[in-house]
């Protein structure tokens, strides 16, 4: 199969459609992506079921740390585990690659 697609720089929607035929012709075909994306899209439930599974990861950690992570006094390093931007990234990474796989999220990411 032989196809042309036109890309017009002149047409916004139209240049974002070439991509997109492009895309879904190399996934059917060489069975991989010709666009890497970095944006990965939720229905409404299912972001408040990664919401909830985020507040889930910080309790458990808190559990583990028990309450003096809570306290005034609570050293950077203790807050740090679920307080911190690592925490928060590593959740973001199994949530991004649980979507890039195309799954929809709807248990415990592990």
């Known amino acids: 199969m032989k196809m042309v697609i036109c890309f017009d720089t002149e047409d916004e ?3 974002e459609n070439s991509i997109k035929m492009m895309d879904h012709l190399a996934k059917e075909y060489m069975n991989r ?3 890497s994306n970095s944006e990965v899209a ?3 439930i299912e972001f408040i079921k990664v919401l909830r599974m985020f507040a889930s ?3 458990e950690q ?6 003096e992570a809570l306290s005034e006094g ?4 203790q807050r ?3 307080e911190g931007l690592r925490f928060a990234k590593q959740f973001a990474d199994k ?3 649980a979507k890039s796989g195309g799954k929809k999220i709807t248990t415990r990411l592990k």
């Open 57 to 59: 990861d910080i309790a």
């Open 62 to 67: 808190l559990n583990e740390e028990g309450e």
């Open 74 to 77: 609570a050293t950077t390093r």
């Open 42 to 44: 939720f229905g409404k």
């Open 80 to 82: 740090e585990e679920w």
């Open 33 to 35: 992506r010709a666009v």
């Open 95 to 97: 949530v991004y690659e």
């Open 13 to 15: 929607k139209g240049m």
